[in-house]
């Protein structure tokens, strides 16, 4: 089967740091995604880990741990704009991308 | 910056009715894809296409969905006879190559009645 955990919901103030989890257990494994969702906007590609470790791009990383089935979004200096909705997805090893995503993590920041 | 474009951005249809949502994937992509999200609920994957065939489906995606690509830039999503199930927000999304980057459209938001 396929599941694939988030937290809700998550607050946090403008220029702080915010770290989302995100834990799957799924059939197959080639890489994970993270995606950020405005509200009724199409999902804005942030980052893909394949391999285990941490990947930086600017003010957003994310970490990826294949044996533990575990990755985190880290969003450093956070502003006003980053409130949205994160979103966890794994892609499959069926050689296309059929990405299960997780529910999401809304994310509020405040002044 | 290259993009995946959708059209129409919102349709209304009755129950019942044959529903086509348009989408031109990013120009030198091979992977195109169909997503969904019904509001409030999570994404969900519906159909993969590569070189002119289905290659992955859901459960989702019975006899009464289908998809197209007519000519060398459309890729088209049809649904036959619509149900309100069938209410939610559809995304497409192009790729290069069979992993990597999933290049999103601003989806196509469909309502039922």
């Known amino acids: 089967g396929q599941n694939i955990d988030q937290p809700t919901e998550m607050t946090a103030t403008e220029g702080a740091i915010v770290q989302i989890n995100c834990t799957y257990q799924?059939?197959?494994?080639?890489?994970l995604f993270w995606y950020q969702q405005h509200a009724g906007e199409a999902p804005t590609f942030l980052s893909y880990n394949v391999l285990d470790g941490l990947e930086e791009k600017g003010r957003f990383s994310s970490f990826l741990s294949r044996s533990k089935g575990y990755s985190y979004l880290l969003l450093k200096e956070l502003q006003m704009k980053d409130s949205a909705s994160y979103l966890c997805?794994?892609?499959?090893?069926?050689?296309?991308?059929?990405?299960?995503f997780g529910t999401g993590t809304r994310l509020l920041v405040s002044p | 910056e290259p993009e995946v474009t959708q059209t129409p951005s919102h349709q209304v249809t009755q129950m019942g009715q044959e529903v086509i949502l348009r989408c031109v994937p990013i120009s030198n992509h091979l992977y195109f894809y169909w997503y969904r999200q019904i509001l409030g609920q999570k994404v969900e994957f519906l159909v993969s296409?590569?070189?002119?065939?289905?290659?992955?489906k859901s459960e989702i995606f019975d006899d009464q969905f289908s998809v197209e690509r007519p000519d060398g830039s459309n890729f088209t999503l049809k649904i036959r006879s619509t149900k309100l199930e069938d209410s939610a927000m559809y995304f497409c999304a192009s790729s290069e190559k069979n992993t990597g980057e999933l290049f999103f459209g601003e989806g196509s938001r469909l309502t039922v009645l």
């Open positions: 997805a794994v892609e499959g090893n069926t050689g296309f991308q059929k990405l299960v």
């Open positions: 799924t059939s197959g494994f080639n890489g």
């Open positions: 296409f590569y070189n002119n065939e289905i290659s992955e």
